[in-house]
């Protein structure tokens, strides 16, 4: 059974850092492209950072040089690192993984988190 848990979410003040986890597990040896997605009240799923089998990362416009993902193969967790944070960042984080249709910003992802909560006030 393929899992994703989320953690590390919580409220900042504007210009402050939060670091997210996800602890994935059911996949056993193999890599698949993960990352991490957002949804603000009102508005669409939003791909944020993504990592491909090959290690190679996506980032969305709005958070580029502000966020990093990372990820910890042996130990099966991803991360993402948020710096700089802004009010428009609050939204719940999700982790993803397994992309259907290649490893892009669109959510087409067969497994999901349950999210965390993100509030950054300005």
């Known amino acids: 059974q393929v899992q994703l848990v989320e953690s590390g979410g919580g409220s900042v003040q504007s210009g402050g850092s939060l670091r997210l986890s996800c602890a994935a597990s059911?996949?056993?040896?193999?890599?698949?492209?993960m990352g991490w997605f957002r949804q603000a009240p009102g508005k669409e799923r939003e791909g944020v950072a993504i990592?491909?089998?090959?290690?190679?990362?996506t980032y969305a416009d709005s958070v580029k040089g502000r966020f990093t993902i990372s990820q910890d193969s042996a130990k099966n967790t991803l991360s993402l690192q948020m710096n700089s944070l802004k009010p428009e960042d609050t939204a719940l984080y999700y982790c993803?993984?397994?992309?259907?249709?290649?490893?892009?910003?669109?959510?087409?992802?067969?497994?999901w988190g349950q999210g965390t909560q993100v509030t950054v006030s300005s």
């Open positions: 990592i491909d089998n090959s290690g190679t990362i």
């Open positions: 993803v993984a397994d992309s259907l249709f290649g490893c892009t910003l669109r959510p087409n992802f067969r497994n």
């Open positions: 059911g996949y056993g040896d193999r890599r698949y492209c």
